[in-house]
């Protein structure tokens, strides 16, 4: 079996596969709340499978918290875990920049999408929204705006006069009130910063891409955007889990 987690600012994705692939159990923890106590109540679970696991695979963009992670996994089912980066990708993919300025999430992204024969765009809607380029077999990098979610928080906390506003597809530009002023800020400002942003690396390496979105918000913004469009949820996962089938 395999257990294969991605660590992100705001959240955990943790799925456990078994030998045919197939989920068995799938979960979201949140990051700020990691403890050996909270790991204790969301993990139990893992009791009944511990002497079938034979690969323990994570992406991390947190290491203290990786860490905490690794080690209640080593006390509590004596399970040796892999963080991404430890591991050999050379075989799945041709990193062109230096792997250490690139979090493995990202990594794992562009594992998930490759096919070595076309040319993606992978597009992440996290704590950062990222832009990552695939070319073939190669990983050419990447751009890191801000993450949606994570602006609209900040200026909901920093302007006393805007009220709690969760971002929503709006149809009309200009805003009658505060609510829909925001709304359509985020909404088309985003939808602008998406576009030029991709018409920039279009430009810049002079391909055609296919645009792949994942992440929280990737359907809210999948009719906005330019091109041929696929949303993958899971494409951090399965970029995982196909690294874990390599390790075999």
Excluded at 16 to 24: A, I, P, R, T, W
Excluded at 46 to 62: D, G, M, Q
Excluded at 160 to 180: A, E, F, M
Aim: hydrophobic share 45%.
């Amino acid at each position: 079996m395999y257990l294969i987690g991605d660590i992100g600012n705001t959240e955990i994705k943790i799925c456990l596969f078994d030998k045919n692939y197939k989920v068995v159990k799938k979960l979201i923890l949140k990051t700020n709340l990691i403890s050996n106590k909270y790991l204790a109540s969301k993990l139990n679970f893992l009791k009944k499978y511990s002497s079938k696991i034979n690969i323990i695979l994570f992406s991390s963009v947190v290491p203290p918290v990786y860490s905490v992670i690794k080690h209640f996994l080593k006390i509590k089912f004596k399970k040796k875990s892999i963080e991404l980066k430890q591991i050999n990708l050379n075989k799945l993919v041709k990193i062109m920049v230096n792997k250490n300025q690139v979090g493995s999430d990202r990594i794992s992204n562009a594992i998930g999408i490759i096919d070595k024969k076309s040319n993606y765009i992978v597009l992440d809607f996290g704590t950062a929204t990222t832009f990552d380029v695939i070319i073939k077999d190669k990983y050419l990098g990447g751009v890191i705006a801000p993450g949606i979610t994570l602006s609209l928080k900040t200026l909901i906390s920093k302007a006393s006069l805007i009220p709690t506003v969760n971002i929503s597809k709006i149809s009309k530009i200009i805003g009658t009130n505060t609510v829909s002023a925001v709304k359509s800020g985020f909404y088309w400002g985003y939808a602008g910063l998406i576009d030029n942003i991709i018409k920039l690396i279009i430009k810049q390496t002079n391909k055609r891409f296919k645009i792949i979105l994942t992440g929280g918000l990737a359907n809210l913004f999948k009719n906005t955007i330019k091109g041929k469009i696929e949303v993958k949820k899971d494409l951090t996962i399965n970029g995982l889990l196909k690294v874990a089938k390599n390790l075999k």
